[in-house]
């Protein structure tokens, strides 16, 4: 199981071995290099604890420890918690500001405690097989114990075409689960796993209470604070600055911040087609702010050939073709930095997506007495709108629920009917959805999209592909956007006060980082990680058709219809239209394949087409 995880940690080997419980654990040495080596247990051995991830207030809970009459013998932030357990039991997340994922192993009471941090920055993934309970930083740590049959569970096939991702609880592999975040697993000797959640988003929000100025001045505060608090590392730290507002933010935070120790490097991603804009406006804030910027330019190759790569890396399938990007930028920072920060979090929090402001058709309907827009969506509309946007439009005044559902999915509406029906035993993607906006029906409309996306597209998406890739590549991605404090706030704040009217982008974010972040760069729109996939899949869509999703023995056989398949790259135009649930196909048909077929947990070094090959020779 380890050794399926060596690349989150290539420093050093951890191990407790109990008659309860068999826990093992890879170090990336990032705080106390030499004094951290895991586990770090309390003065009478009673308590070991492992900690993937970092606690960015160790300092602070170190000094209240050390006052209560607690020896600490190392500068290690994972120190701190067997003593906060030994005082405070499973409370003692409560008091953590980081992003973890945390096993205790309480030797007098026989029982393991397994924790996620606040907002999912880490993962978990457990499965009981038999009399065992088995838990991982990444689902092939699970597979890898072979203590049950690994199968597909067919239920999230459909849920993860439709989002990118496999919704929380779930996992694509039967009886795999995810812990979801905020929450820890509770397992005693005997007893069965038992699941409690320690945290939850405030409900709070503060209309009226908080002018503009003022929230402007505490979101450039927080985000000081988070940043200087994430730059604390003993090995060099970078910044992924891609020159847009969140990671031009974090850059001038970090440039200011008084850490001591050498100064963050700026580190921007080059590709063939990338912007000069882009280049030139992460150039003019390092010049401005005294930061050593770094231009990486990664090897250019076909990712269409890197497949397997890319499945190993996701562990669990993200089908979001940004993997590829994100993979590059990490590989290439490995070579000057262990920690790189993100601006990850920003959008989720101050309204940077699309989806939190209606299009013109939006307001257009919002217009229109009930009676109009009731007889246009009888009546059909242009091409302009096709049916399930013009219902979620309709159906938008009083709720935002299903315009967000509408926002979220990724699939046209013939393509779920055809998946639904080869998929009838398809759980529900939009659950999840559901239960965060009746949690938060107190928010206003803008806010409920927003805590809808930090609560489930980030933790399932946006973090699990900036942890899978910064990991494979044995670095350290932080996100302090998702310092709790700063999350806190932003969610008291009504949404109106973060985008002002006429709404704009992140508003309130570009106000608090106006006398940092040149104005060129507060003016730019929004640009995504560029992906090289959708043209590729065109040119190649034939072989990788008849070549990947059509051999024989395939999973996407063995579910969908022969000619349905073959009609989604019948023309280019249908192609270009089915480009995202291709790759989604092709992804789950790799990782299918090399995880569950071959229980191949090792970073792969075939082509896509080479491991084809080789599994079709030993099928015969």
Sequence with gaps: MTGAIRHRGPD????????????????????DLAGGTQPLSNESATVDVFLNGEIYNFQTLRAELLQRGHVLRTHSDTEVLPHLYEDFGPDMFLRLNGMFSICVVDHARRQLLVARDHFGVKQMYYAVAGHAVIFGSELKAVLAADLFEARIDRASILPYLALFYCPEPHTLVQGVKKLPPGSFLKLAAGREPQISQYYQLPLSQEEGRCSEAEAVEQTRHLLRQAV???LQADVPVGVSLSGGVDSSAIACAAASADVSGRRPLALTIS?????????????????????????LQPPLTNPLNQLPLLAWTSDEPVADPATYSQLCVSAAARERVTVLLSGAGGDELFAGYGRYFPSWKARLFSRLPPVAQRGLYALGVGRRIEQ???????????SRLEWHCHAMNCLASEQREALQRNLPESRDAYEGFRRHFGRHAAFDAVNQQMVCDLLTYLPEQVLPMLDRTTMASSIEGRVPFLDVPLVEFAFTLPSLLKTGWPASPKRLLKRAVADWVPKSILDRPKLGMPSPFTSLIVRERERLVRGVLLRDGSLA????????????????????RNVYLLYGLLLLEVWNLLFLR??????????TFELVGMSAAACG
């Excluded at 590709?271 to 231009?295: F, K, M, N, Y």
């Excluded at 219902?391 to 009083?398: D, F, G």
């Excluded at 063995?558 to 073959?566: C, E, G, M, Q």
């Design 12 to 31: 050093s080997d951890g191990r407790s071995s109990t008659e309860f419980a068999e826990v093992g654990f890879k170090r990336l040495a990032i705080i």
């Design 557 to 576: 056989r063995s579910i969908f219809k022969v000619d349905w398949l073959r009609q989604l790259v019948a023309t280019t135009e249908q192609t270009q």
């Design 598 to 607: 071959e229980k191949n947990y090792h970073r792969p070094s075939v082509s």
């Design 228 to 230: 200087k608090l994430q």
């Design 271 to 295: 590709w063939p087609d990338t912007s000069p804009l882009e280049q030139r406006c992460a150039a003019e804030l390092c010049r401005a702010h005294g930061l050593e910027h770094t231009v």
């Design 388 to 398: 399930p946007e013009l219902r979620a439009l309709v159906a938008m005044r009083p």
